[in-house]
């Protein structure tokens, strides 16, 4: 099974600062990567995927890089809605399901 | 507009069963696969496995199988996901979550239901 490591567990930003936030996997999963943000009590939200792809009505502050088995998923100027946790998916492995990383949460500072 | 709405939430003692329901609307229902993601408490997020709403294929997870059945009702656009032998680390808030590819399979996931959590508590 892929192992999917994100880093920092938890990240303090200020407002209007730049997020930059890590994955890594435990062997190449080529683009097939997803980005996800999850605040209390919602379900996820797909932002990014195939790495760098922004899904539908996501802001363009919100990119994606990276292939193989470094990943970052920046956010460039922080909204105070940004705040939330963030995981990382591989889905090049199927069956079984994409893993996902343990998640790292973004903070106000 | 896309979404799925799936059941409350429940409440079982070890050793019984529970079953989630998913209905979807907004998009043409077998066009597209739909997983499962659960949730545990304070907890990340775990593939249970997935259905294509096509013909009903199915793929579940390793540690699931066995006690996971998943099915659908395309005359309601409707997707289940029972659990059988429930133990107290079952615990969680269930997801179904769509598969964006379209008469295939991705492995990501465009829109989530909202959830149902499930309890087990003797």
């Known amino acids: 099974e892929i192992v999917m490591t994100q880093s920092p567990a938890t990240l303090s930003v200020s407002p209007g600062e730049r997020a930059t936030l890590s994955c890594r996997a435990s062997q190449s999963v080529s683009s097939n990567l997803a980005w996800y943000q999850q605040k209390p009590g919602q379900a996820p939200r797909l932002l990014i995927y195939g790495a760098s792809t922004r899904a539908t009505g996501i802001p363009a502050r919100f990119s994606g890089s990276g292939s193989g088995t470094e990943f970052t998923l920046t956010i460039s100027s922080l909204q105070s809605e940004d705040f939330a946790v963030y995981y990382c998916q591989q889905y090049n492995n199927w069956p079984p399901g994409g893993t996902f990383g343990q998640g790292t949460r973004l903070e106000i500072k | 507009q896309v979404q799925l709405v799936q059941s409350g939430a429940e409440v079982k003692k070890p050793g019984a069963s529970v079953k989630v329901s998913c209905k979807a609307s907004g998009y043409t229902f077998t066009s597209y696969g739909i997983s499962w993601v659960r949730q545990a408490p304070g907890q990340g997020l775990e593939w249970m496995g997935w259905?294509?709403?096509?013909?009903?294929?199915?793929n579940y997870a390793q540690k699931l199988q066995g006690r996971v059945t998943m099915t659908t009702d395309t005359s309601t656009s409707t997707a289940y996901m029972e659990l059988r032998s429930l133990r107290s680390d079952d615990t969680a808030v269930y997801y179904c979550a769509r598969d964006p590819a379209y008469g295939d399979v991705s492995g990501y996931f465009d829109y989530w239901g909202q959830g149902t959590l499930v309890t087990v508590s003797s």
């Open positions: 259905i294509s709403a096509y013909n009903g294929n199915t």
